[in-house]
Nanobody, 122 residues
C-alpha cells in the first residue's frame, strides 16, 4: 500500500540539469526522513542526500554538495532532487527512500522507490 515512485530521470549533456521527483502514496511520510541514493552499473548503492521532515534539515554527500539540492513539498507529499552541473560520473539509477529515524543509516530506510535512470553524456 505504501510506496514511493521516482520520476524525472533522463538523458542530459554534461553541465546540464535535471529535477527528480519522488511521490509518496499510502501514507504521508510527514515524520520520516527522506533520502536519495544512486547506483551506477557494477557499483554499490551510495548515499546522495537526505532531508528531515521534522526539523527540515538537509545533508549531502561530498560528491554532490553544492551541485544537488533536496527539497520537499509537504502538501503534495513529494520530495525533489535538483541535479545541477551534471557530469558523466553522476550517471546512475536514482532511488528515493524513507526512514523513521532522524539520522538514518542506509539499512534504516524502510521504504524504497523503484528508481529512475539518469544518464549524463560527455
Amino acid at each position: 500500500q505504501e510506496q514511493l515512485v521516482e520520476s524525472g530521470g533522463g538523458l542530459v549533456q554534461a553541465g546540464g540539469s535535471l529535477r527528480l521527483s519522488c511521490a509518496a502514496s499510502g501514507r504521508t511520510f510527514s515524520s520520516y526522513t527522506m533520502g536519495w541514493f544512486r547506483q551506477a552499473p557494477g557499483k554499490e548503492r551510495e548515499f546522495v542526500a537526505r532531508i528531515n521532515w521534522r526539523g527540515i534539515t538537509t545533508y549531502y554527500a561530498d560528491s554532490v554538495k553544492g551541485r544537488f539540492t533536496i527539497s520537499r513539498d509537504k502538501g503534495k507529499n513529494t520530495v525533489y532532487l535538483q541535479l545541477n552541473s551534471l557530469t558523466p560520473e553522476d550517471t546512475a539509477v536514482y532511488y528515493c527512500a524513507a526512514s523513521p529515524r532522524d539520522i538514518p543509516m542506509t539499512s534504516e530506510y524502510d521504504y524504497w522507490g523503484q528508481g529512475t535512470q539518469v544518464t549524463v553524456s560527455s
